[in-house]
């Protein structure tokens, strides 16, 4: 008998109907010999109208609350679930992620799962119940505080579930049909991947593509669980996530695996910092200290004549208040003019493997770039990404510019997306 995990994400069970086709799916995949775990988001927009709410009672909200309030959208679609699969005649038990074993670290909003004791899970199992799991949370391992693994973060607990418990595979249902060459609400000639390899799948996820959380394929690929995405409301079969193709998984040769885009950062520009060593040493410690994780850099040429210049740096919208706080509270030491914050700006990125060895990728990026109009602000490279940063107006155009001119474009189907809200 096998052992899958299955996470179904807040648009696979947006309302009482949604639940109950999901039941009828997990009791499917008991039905054939299955033992399952569920890992459950969410109802539909459940956690960003929590966080609006939580908005209105307080500004800048306390982590350890905002924590134990957050979690309280993935228990009540855990135990519903719970409730929809014994209204069918099979056993389920609904747990937290404390109750579950997953143990994080205490940084709250984004804590890191540090171990999985799933005892109660297999004890659950053995008895013949189908487990169902909260997903994106857990309990921090030297305060026991519930936590939160950061928006997204039921993907990961999937993924570390499947590797606690040595799972077969772990499946991702959402509203899409799998992985595609961009995601389908914007480009609707993106095309499905049938296979793609964790290394692709990372820069994809990295650069936006929230299909599959990157923390969650990170963790995938060092315990090597196979992911496979796939969507809850039809039964095609989905895109698989792993090293190496299996079976009659396909391989596309191409140059390029995709196009991401991501509109969830912001740009801060410091400006009038003196050009001497330790400066940008001195704003990005300051960061550092705050925990917020930034992402693209660039440091303009100074101006002769003053001696100063400006560094721009791109980070989460959702930490932006934090970050500007910390470098006016040191701008005495760090030493500069002023700060401007900008989130009206998108990112884009192309993606693959192919493109190490190809020459050419960067110049024709830019030029359908420059074809559509799209002025580029930053840009950043690894060996198998190309990152801009646009005016957020431009992106939608700019992705599809940019899928059509490396052929990415399908010429059967157009991509469905089948539910959700896209927030
Ligand atoms: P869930 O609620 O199931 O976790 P998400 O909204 O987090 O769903 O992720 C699914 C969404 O990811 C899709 O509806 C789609 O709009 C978006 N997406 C972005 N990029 C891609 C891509 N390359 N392939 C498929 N979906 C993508
Ligand atoms: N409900 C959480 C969120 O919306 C976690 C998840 O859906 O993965 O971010
Ligand atoms: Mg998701």
Same mark, same amino acid.
């Given at each position: 008998?096998?052992?899958?995990?299955?996470?179904?994400?807040?648009?696979?069970?947006?309302?009482?109907?949604?639940?109950?086709?999901?039941?009828?799916?997990?009791?499917?995949?008991?039905?054939?010999?299955?033992?399952?775990?569920?890992?459950?988001?969410?109802?539909?927009?459940?956690?960003?109208?929590?966080?609006?709410?939580?908005?209105?009672?307080?500004?800048?909200?306390?982590?350890?609350?905002?924590?134990?309030?957050?979690?309280?959208?993935?228990?009540?679609?855990?135990?519903?679930?719970?409730?929809?699969?014994?209204?069918?005649?099979?056993?389920?038990?609904?747990?937290?992620?404390?109750?579950?074993?997953?143990?994080?670290?205490?940084?709250?909003?984004?804590?890191?799962?540090?171990?999985?004791?799933?005892?109660?899970?297999?004890?659950?199992?053995?008895?013949?119940?189908?487990?169902?799991?909260?997903?994106?949370?857990?309990?921090?391992?030297?305060?026991?505080?519930?936590?939160?693994?950061?928006?997204?973060?039921?993907?990961?607990?999937?993924?570390?579930?499947?590797?606690?418990?040595?799972?077969?595979?772990?499946?991702?249902?959402?509203?899409?049909?799998?992985?595609?060459?961009?995601?389908?609400?914007?480009?609707?000639?993106?095309?499905?991947?049938?296979?793609?390899?964790?290394?692709?799948?990372?820069?994809?996820?990295?650069?936006?593509?929230?299909?599959?959380?990157?923390?969650?394929?990170?963790?995938?690929?060092?315990?090597?669980?196979?992911?496979?995405?796939?969507?809850?409301?039809?039964?095609?079969?989905?895109?698989?996530?792993?090293?190496?193709?299996?079976?009659?998984?396909?391989?596309?040769?191409?140059?390029?695996?995709?196009?991401?885009?991501?509109?969830?950062? *912001?740009?801060? $520009?410091?400006? %009038?910092?003196?050009?001497?060593?330790? &400066? =940008?040493?001195?704003?990005?410690? +300051?960061?550092?200290?705050?925990?917020?994780?930034?992402?693209?850099?660039?440091?303009?040429?100074?101006?002769?004549?003053?001696?100063?210049?400006?560094?721009?740096?791109?980070?989460?919208?959702?930490?932006?208040?934090?970050?500007?706080?910390?470098?006016?509270?040191?701008?005495?030491?760090?030493?500069?003019?002023?700060?401007?914050?900008?989130?009206?700006?998108?990112?884009?990125?192309?993606?693959?493997?192919?493109?190490?060895?190809?020459?050419?990728?960067?110049?024709?990026?830019?030029?359908?770039?420059?074809?559509?109009?799209?002025?580029?602000?930053?840009?950043?490279?690894?060996?198998?990404?190309?990152?801009?940063?646009?005016?957020?107006?431009?992106?939608?155009?700019?992705?599809? *510019?940019?899928? $059509?001119?490396? %052929?990415?474009?399908?010429?059967?189907? &157009? =991509?469905?997306?089948?539910?959700? +809200?896209?927030?």
């Amino acid at each position: 008998m096998g052992l899958v995990v299955q996470k179904y994400g807040g648009s696979s069970v947006a309302d009482a109907e949604g639940i109950k086709r999901v039941a009828k799916r997990i009791v499917d995949a008991k039905k054939n010999g299955n033992q399952v775990v569920v890992v459950v988001s969410a109802m539909g927009d459940t956690t960003d109208e929590l966080i609006d709410l939580a908005e209105q009672v307080s500004p800048i909200p306390a982590g350890r609350e905002f924590d134990m309030l957050l979690t309280a959208g993935e228990r009540i679609s855990m135990a519903l679930l719970a409730m929809a699969i014994k209204n069918l005649g099979h056993e389920a038990q609904s747990f937290t992620g404390s109750q579950a074993g997953v143990i994080t670290d205490s940084v709250h909003n984004k804590a890191r799962i540090i171990d999985v004791t799933p005892g109660r899970i297999r004890t659950a199992l053995d008895e013949g119940n189908i487990a169902i799991v909260a997903g994106f949370q857990g309990v921090s391992h030297d305060k026991k505080d519930i936590t939160t693994l950061g928006r997204g973060g039921s993907d990961t607990t999937a993924v570390a579930l499947a590797a606690a418990l040595d799972a077969e595979v772990c499946e991702i249902y959402t509203d899409v049909d799998g992985v595609f060459t961009a995601d389908p609400r914007v480009v609707t000639k993106a095309r499905k991947i049938d296979w793609i390899s964790f290394e692709d799948m990372l820069e994809l996820a990295a650069s936006g593509s929230k299909v599959l959380l990157h923390r969650c394929v990170e963790y995938a690929r060092r315990y090597n669980i196979p992911i496979h995405v796939r969507s809850s409301f039809s039964g095609l079969r989905g895109t698989w996530v792993s090293n190496e193709p299996q079976g009659d998984q396909k391989v596309e040769h191409a140059i390029i695996s995709g196009v991401a885009h991501d509109v969830s950062e *912001a740009k801060i $520009t410091v400006v %009038g910092v003196p050009d001497k060593p330790g &400066e =940008a040493a001195a704003i990005f410690r +300051t960061i550092a200290n705050a925990e917020v994780n930034i992402d693209m850099v660039v440091q303009n040429v100074s101006a002769a004549s003053t001696g100063l210049t400006d560094i721009s740096f791109t980070l989460p919208k959702a930490e932006g208040r934090k970050a500007i706080d910390a470098l006016e509270r040191n701008r005495g030491v760090i030493g500069f003019d002023s700060l401007r914050y900008d989130d009206q700006i998108a990112k884009i990125s192309l993606v693959g493997a192919g493109m190490k060895t190809n020459p050419g990728v960067t110049a024709g990026f830019f030029e359908a770039l420059s074809d559509a109009g799209v002025n580029i602000e930053l840009i950043s490279t690894s060996e198998i990404r190309i990152s801009v940063v646009t005016r957020v107006d431009d992106v939608n155009e700019a992705v599809r *510019a940019v899928h $059509t001119a490396f %052929g990415l474009d399908s010429d059967s189907d &157009e =991509a469905v997306v089948y539910g959700g +809200t896209g927030r």
